[in-house]
């Protein structure tokens, strides 16, 4: 490369409007399908705003990974700063991962370090925080601790930093904290202490098909340019977001397949970017799961793939996935099935999760339904080939 060829890369066009959105620590300004948890919050923690003792409280989140707990403390942290500051009360929110911070003393240090400039040497923890608390006081402030990943720091610290409030007194604990964790970790470090100094717990579900849709359109709304993806890819992404009850998946899967666009030259995101996408972003797709399959089934794997190469659609429908499999059936001299047949086999991919299919209405077809399917997380080109190499294997 010189720098001619390398100002030309530069100044190519690019899907992306904004591709720091994309980024993990984001916090976008709305926030789309956590009114109730966000709702929750609020009426948690109002009473540090409403009332002139300004209580400490502890709430705790939890949900599986990529259900949007951390996107949620941090809208909710930002917001609630800004009100309270309408209201005159100074709130101090601070933002601590424990991948980052692997124990209590790290925090109550980088609180020292931040509100008293000192480096807390040769302090305890108990003293250093007594200097953080002095000092809030002080500046009249209050502060709103958010710890995420919770549970990579030793239960005794998880303790000892929800007994703050106890330990130093109400009066003296300018002090809230919001929790998070995955359930699954949460559940190995919850005790009854631990539950006593919580006033409450907070569950994130995985997100609906809708839910995953509406947060996917929003957030290409405000990452890409008009044009570049289309409601189909959207709810393509949105299936296996749901699948994986992960939008980490969804997010990774936009930002993989802007990056990828780029490269490339083009100025939209196709169904084969996003599975090629998604199979880097998590890896479902194994080739020994297509050795489980028998005849028919590979078969009936196979019409689905060519038809979807044919069509150059996200989606293909049974009628046109069972034309290719009765034409291939027929090269490899294999028996082929009635319709009837076809469809059972196309439910059992759907159940082991080779494809995904969906009952759709439509309103002009006489029998008013139709079923779609699609490859989610490889590209049929691959399928292809793959089955290719073992049918010339099977029937010759
Ligand atoms: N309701 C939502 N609106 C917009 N983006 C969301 C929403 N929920 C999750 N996300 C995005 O999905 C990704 C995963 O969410 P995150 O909060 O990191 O999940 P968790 O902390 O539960 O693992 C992040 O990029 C986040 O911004
Ligand atoms: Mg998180």
């Given at each position: 490369?010189?720098?001619?060829?390398?100002?030309?890369?530069?100044?190519?066009?690019?899907?992306?409007?904004?591709?720091s959105?994309?980024?993990?620590?984001?916090?976008?300004?709305?926030?789309?399908?956590?009114?109730?948890?966000?709702?929750?919050?609020?009426?948690?923690?109002?009473?540090?705003?409403?009332?002139?003792?300004?209580?400490?409280?502890?709430?705790?989140?939890?949900?599986?990974?990529?259900v949007?707990?951390?996107?949620t403390?941090?809208?909710?942290?930002k917001?609630?700063?800004?009100?309270a500051?309408?209201?005159?009360?100074?709130?101090?929110?601070?933002?601590?991962?424990?991948?980052?911070?692997?124990?209590?003393?790290?925090?109550?240090?980088?609180?020292?370090?931040?509100?008293?400039?000192?480096?807390?040497?040769?302090?305890?923890d108990?003293?250093?925080?007594?200097?953080?608390?002095?000092?809030?006081?002080?500046?009249?402030?209050?502060?709103?601790?958010?710890?995420?990943?919770?549970?990579?720091?030793?239960?005794?610290e998880?303790?000892?930093?929800?007994?703050?409030?106890?330990?130093?007194g109400?009066?003296?604990?300018?002090l809230?904290?919001?929790?998070?964790?995955?359930?699954?970790?949460?559940?190995?470090?919850?005790?009854?202490?631990?539950?006593?100094?919580?006033?409450?717990?907070?569950?994130?579900?995985?997100?609906?098909?809708?839910?995953?849709?509406?947060?996917?359109?929003?957030?290409?709304?405000?990452a890409?340019?008009?044009?570049?993806?289309?409601?189909?890819?959207?709810?393509?992404i949105?299936?296996?977001?749901?699948?994986?009850?992960n939008?980490?998946?969804?997010?990774?899967?936009l930002?993989?397949?802007?990056?990828?666009?780029?490269?490339?030259?083009?100025?939209?995101?196709s169904a084969?970017?996003?599975r090629?996408?998604?199979?880097?972003?998590?890896?479902?797709?194994?080739?020994?799961?297509?050795?489980?399959?028998?005849?028919?089934?590979?078969?009936?794997l196979?019409?689905?793939?060519?038809?979807?190469?044919?069509?150059?659609?996200?989606?293909?429908?049974?009628?046109?996935?069972?034309?290719?499999?009765?034409?291939?059936c027929?090269?490899?001299?294999?028996?082929?099935?009635?319709?009837?047949?076809?469809?059972?086999?196309?439910?059992?991919?759907?159940?082991?999760?080779?494809?995904?299919s969906?009952?759709?209405?439509?309103?002009?077809?006489?029998r008013?339904?139709?079923?779609e399917?699609?490859?989610?997380?490889?590209?049929?080109?691959?399928?292809?080939?793959?089955?290719?190499?073992?049918?010339?294997?099977?029937?010759?």
């Amino acid at each position: 490369m010189d720098e001619d060829k390398f100002r030309a890369e530069f100044s190519k066009k690019s899907v992306f409007r904004q591709a720091s959105s994309l980024d993990l620590s984001y916090v976008p300004d709305k926030l789309h399908c956590r009114d109730n948890t966000v709702t929750e919050l609020i009426h948690n923690f109002r009473r540090i705003v409403d009332e002139d003792e300004q209580p400490s409280i502890n709430v705790l989140i939890h949900g599986k990974g990529g259900v949007g707990k951390t996107v949620t403390s941090r809208f909710f942290g930002k917001n609630f700063h800004t009100i309270a500051l309408e209201k005159d009360v100074r709130i101090f929110k601070e933002y601590f991962n424990c991948v980052n911070f692997r124990s209590k003393s790290k925090i109550v240090r980088e609180l020292l370090g931040k509100y008293t400039h000192g480096s807390g040497r040769g302090f305890s923890d108990d003293e250093a925080l007594k200097l953080i608390l002095t000092q809030l006081i002080r500046d009249k402030g209050y502060m709103l601790l958010i710890i995420d990943e919770v549970h990579l720091l030793n239960p005794k610290e998880v303790w000892a930093i929800l007994d703050i409030a106890e330990t130093f007194g109400h009066q003296n604990a300018k002090l809230s904290i919001l929790l998070i964790s995955r359930t699954k970790d949460w559940m190995r470090i919850e005790t009854e202490r631990i539950l006593s100094r919580l006033n409450t717990k907070i569950k994130l579900n995985p997100y609906n098909i809708d839910e995953a849709k509406q947060i996917l359109q929003y957030r290409s709304d405000l990452a890409l340019k008009d044009g570049t993806i289309n409601e189909e890819i959207i709810e393509m992404i949105g299936q296996i977001v749901v699948n994986h009850e992960n939008m980490r998946h969804g997010i990774e899967i936009l930002r993989k397949c802007g990056l990828y666009a780029d490269k490339e030259g083009f100025n939209a995101i196709s169904a084969d970017m996003v599975r090629q996408a998604s199979n880097e972003v998590y890896p479902t797709f194994r080739g020994d799961i297509i050795d489980k399959l028998n005849d028919q089934e590979l078969l009936a794997l196979y019409g689905i793939a060519q038809s979807l190469i044919d069509k150059e659609t996200p989606y293909t429908i049974v009628d046109d996935a069972y034309e290719q499999y009765r034409t291939i059936c027929e090269t490899y001299d294999a028996e082929t099935h009635v319709k009837m047949s076809y469809r059972k086999y196309i439910r059992q991919l759907n159940q082991m999760k080779i494809i995904s299919s969906k009952t759709v209405r439509i309103d002009e077809d006489k029998r008013g339904r139709h079923l779609e399917i699609t490859l989610l997380d490889i590209p049929p080109t691959k399928i292809i080939e793959l089955l290719n190499k073992m049918f010339d294997k099977k029937f010759n």
